[in-house]
C-alpha cells in the first residue's frame, strides 16, 4: 500500500557500499520520473547517473549531509551510497523549474524504496565544483542529487515533541526523525 511505501521512504544516509545499483535499475528509477507531472508538460528535468565507484567518489566529494547532526560529516568509507541520480534543469526549457524537481524526487525515491534500496535527497552541493568535475553544461542547473543505495541504518518515525522537528541518532545509530501531528498540520479555517 503506498502508505507503507511512504513510511518505508526516509532519507537514509549510511549505505551497504558492497551492495551494488545497476545503470539500468538507475534507468527503471529515471523512468518513473519521467512518467510523473511536470509544469504545463514542459518535462524541463535532466537526469545524470552514477554507479561506478570512480564517477560515485568525485559525486560524493561535493555533498554535504545531515545539516543537524553536527558531529557527523557523512558516511564513512564503505557506507556510501552506491549509485547516484544528479537532477538538473535545461534553462533552454525554462527557467523556473517550480516543484517539478521535488515530484520527480519523490517518484524516484518511492521506487528505489520499492526495489529495495533507499535514498537521500541531497540540495546542499558544491554545484560550481560538481560541474566542473562532471563537465556539466552551463546551460543544465544542478538542483538536486539523489544519493541511492541499500539502507546500512535504520530510520524511525517519532511524534515531534515542543515543535522540535530536528532528527538525530542514538547510541545504537538509529536515526529518529521527529514528525509533527496530524493536529498541528491541518489548518480549521
Known sequence: MLYDLIKR??????????KTITKKQ???LVELARLSPSTANLQP????????????ALIFSCLAWAGYLKDWHGP????????YIIIVGDTEV?????????????SILLGATEMGF???MIASIQRE???????????????????????KERVVIVEAKDGDIKYW???NKTHHVPKRLLSEIILDL
Not at 138 to 148: E, F, G, M, N, S
Request: hydrophobic share 30%; proline share 5%; net charge negative.
Open 129 to 151: 565544483k560538481l560541474r566542473e568535475l562532471l563537465n556539466i553544461p552551463a546551460r543544465y542547473d544542478i538542483l538536486l542529487v539523489l544519493a541511492i543505495g541499500e539502507p
Open 45 to 56: 528535468l535532466k537526469f545524470i547517473l552514477s554507479w561506478k565507484p570512480d564517477k560515485n
Open 76 to 83: 564513512e568509507d564503505g557506507e556510501q551510497p552506491t549509485g
Open 9 to 18: 521512504n526516509r532519507s537514509y544516509r549510511r549505505f551497504y557500499q558492497d
Open 118 to 120: 533507499g535514498g537521500c
Open 169 to 171: 541518532r542514538d547510541a
Open 26 to 28: 538507475l534507468e527503471d
Open 94 to 106: 525554462m527557467k523556473d523549474f517550480s516543484c517539478n524537481h521535488g515530484i520527480a524526487s519523490q
